[in-house]
Nanobody, 123 residues
Framework: QVQLVESGGGLVQAGGSLRLSCAASGRPLNDYGMGWFRQAPGKEREFVAD????????YYVDSVKGRFTISRENAKNTVYLQMNDLKPEDTAVYYC????????????????WGPGTQVTVSS
């Protein structure tokens, strides 16, 4: 089983930027497609972004398109989420997650999850 740990969260003003990192261990990172999810207090966890095994394809939820960028460096066992032009509605706990190679991009196929990192965007 792969272990995942997020970092880089914090407090930022609206319009600011933040870069999240997800460090993987235990298994080769190139065994997995990787995703970022977020969950705000009292709300359901929602999909944010996904990147395939070798970084050749990405997908974003409409609300973050043009603002967020997902990337990966398999040699460093790390996945990133660059977040620009942050808005108060982006406030949430952000989780990275791993899915098996070639599996469908649905929440039930992300079998491994990190503990999360808090992102708070003030007005």
């Amino acid at each position: 089983q792969v272990q995942l740990v997020e970092s880089g969260g914090g407090l930022v003003q609206a319009g600011g930027s933040l870069r999240l990192s997800c460090a993987a261990s235990g298994r080769p990172l190139n065994d997995y497609g990787m995703g970022w999810f977020r969950q705000a207090p009292g709300k359901e966890r929602e999909f944010v972004a996904d990147i395939n095994t070798f970084g050749g394809s990405t997908y974003y939820v409409d609300s973050v398109k043009g603002r967020f960028t997902i990337s990966r460096e398999n040699a460093k066992n790390t996945v990133y989420l660059q977040m620009n032009d942050l808005k108060p509605e982006d406030t949430a706990v952000y989780y990275c997650a791993a899915r098996n190679n070639w599996s469908a991009r649905t929440q039930t196929n992300y079998h491994y999850w990190g503990p999360g990192t808090q992102v708070t965007v003030s007005s």
